[in-house]
């Protein structure tokens, strides 16, 4: 499978897997068959493969932000790290931290472990900036890594990569580990290899409800299933009726380009084992794939989940080209949107229904999901073989019975709408600089830029 099966494959059909239909009967019940869902599924019947395991999907495998992802594998989980100090405390702060780097472990361990076929690059990532402020501010956050004792290195302007130099960032963080991958073929391998395990996976059946009782009855058209336990791992896409959600779903575009020629191969290549991300908030960034080309993401954010149509692919090409001269010429070979899902506290949830502990649920990565999704499975699946485990210490702040309260309505979703086009005009005038000696890309009048 090449780089260029990463991206977004909602157009080919892979759906070979039959819907549910009649009523039937399981131990535990997934909705989702994303990484979470999927990962949950694959690690319990490991844990306890007595089990019986059953994932409900609404359309097939991968077909959320597990097979719309960009490929990047990396730590972080919440707030900044000087923000995290104030909020929860150094302990959690440095906790929380060292649990998004066991994540990253986790995932490489999980490929390893099975030999999957992933087009996995190891390596690290560089959060760039591209003014004084950013660069005061990941002074800032440099300084509280070393103060809660984690390694995460200060890149001045003399010591960045030519590549990121030349683009116009003064300076940038260091984060590893990290790795690049293809998610949707990581996903559908876990799919692959639950069901040579036992697992049972029924796509095109969307859950409309969740009856909850004992046992709780997952309620599809055309059928239903009853189980002693059910996990929700449905992230962006919203509440189901008889789960809790405090979830926001956002959709976020990317690209990838046309395979690169061996001389502009040549000036990205350091790509492919550190991408250069943007530190604003839909800042673009950039990662070279298995077989030389590069992925982008920025550009309009939008509220909502559903489509897969890229609002301002114009605004990638521009990414793109504004990166290196040697880019000047390259085309965008395809363009998509995907769904990210957001909490109000920035922070993900994992935990059991407040009122019904049969029910869990897992999501809100807030664009860090690659990692956290999959890590977050293997909690829940621990959880459901052993039983509550007793809390870390300190605890984790996002294994929690909710995520908190998000206000809807129409003026809420003005206001929010509103916010997303700030920070959509704002993409569009950071992200690399134009070098003196070129002529300025046109932007796009409509939208500008985003990221996950």
């Known amino acids: 499978m090449t780089g260029s099966a990463v991206f977004w494959a909602g ?30 599924a694959l690690e319990l019947l490991e844990l306890a493969p007595q089990r019986r395991v059953v994932v409900i999907e609404a359309d097939h495998v991968a077909a959320g932000a597990s097979g719309r992802g960009t490929g990047l594998l990396g730590t972080r989980i919440g707030p900044p790290l000087r923000v995290a100090r104030r909020r929860f405390g150094d302990e ?29 690059v190891p390596g690290s ?13 990941q002074r800032h956050e440099a300084d509280a890594a070393r103060a809660l004792g984690l390694v995460i290195s200060y890149v001045d302007r003399g010591s960045l990569p030519a590549l990121a130099a030349a683009a116009g960032y003064v300076s940038g963080l260091r984060y590893a580990p990290a790795a690049t991958l293809d998610p949707a073929a990581l996903t559908r ?41 059910v996990v929700v791992a449905i992230n962006a896409f919203g509440a189901i009726s008889g789960a809790p959600s405090g979830v926001l779903g956002l959709k976020v575009q990317a690209g990838v380009t046309e395979k690169l020629p061996p001389e502009v191969l040549a000036a990205v290549e350091a790509l492919g084992a550190e991408p ?29 989940t559903h489509g897969s149509v890229a609002p301002a692919p114009a605004t990638l090409r521009a990414a793109v080209r504004r990166l290196s001269p040697a880019l000047a010429e390259v085309e965008m070979e395809s363009t998509w949107s995907g769904p990210i899902g957001l909490t109000r506290d920035g922070l993900p949830v994992v935990g ?86 070129r002529i300025a890309v046109p932007q796009s009048r409509t939208t500008d ?3 996950p």
């Open 352 to 437: 059991q229904h407040p009122d019904d502990p049969r029910l869990y649920h897992a999501g809100g990565c807030n664009g860090h999901g690659l990692a956290v999704s999959v890590h977050n499975g293997a909690l829940l699946a621990r959880w459901l073989a052993f039983g509550q485990p007793k809390q870390p210490s300190p605890a984790l702040p996002w294994i929690r019975p909710k995520a908190p309260w998000l206000p809807r309505g129409r003026l809420v979703d003005s206001l929010l709408d509103r916010y997303l086009a700030h920070i959509t005009a704002a993409s569009g005038r950071s992200g690399p600089s134009e070098p003196p000696d």
């Open 276 to 304: 250069l991300i943007g530190h604003r908030e839909a800042s673009p960034y950039f990662r070279l794939t298995a077989d030389g080309r590069i992925v982008v993401g920025g550009g309009a954010v939008r509220r909502g």
């Open 189 to 229: 391998e876990l799919a692959r290899i639950g069901e040579r395990r036992g697992l049972t996976i029924f796509e095109r059946s969307p859950v409309r409800g969740i009856k909850r009782g004992s046992p709780a009855v997952v309620i599809t058209d055309r059928g239903q299933i009853a189980a002693d336990r």
């Open 449 to 451: 830029g985003g990221r």
């Open 11 to 40: 157009d080919e059909d892979f759906a070979t897997r039959g819907s549910l239909r009649g009523t039937q009967r399981c131990d535990v019940a997934i909705v989702g068959a994303g990484l979470t869902g999927l990962s949950t």
């Open 125 to 137: 990532q560089l959060i760039a900036a591209d003014d004084e402020k950013g660069a005061q501010a």
């Open 92 to 120: 959690v702060a440095r906790a929380a931290y060292l649990w998004s780097v066991g994540a990253v472990g986790h995932v490489l361990d999980i490929v390893d472990r099975y030999g999957i076929s992933c087009d996995l």
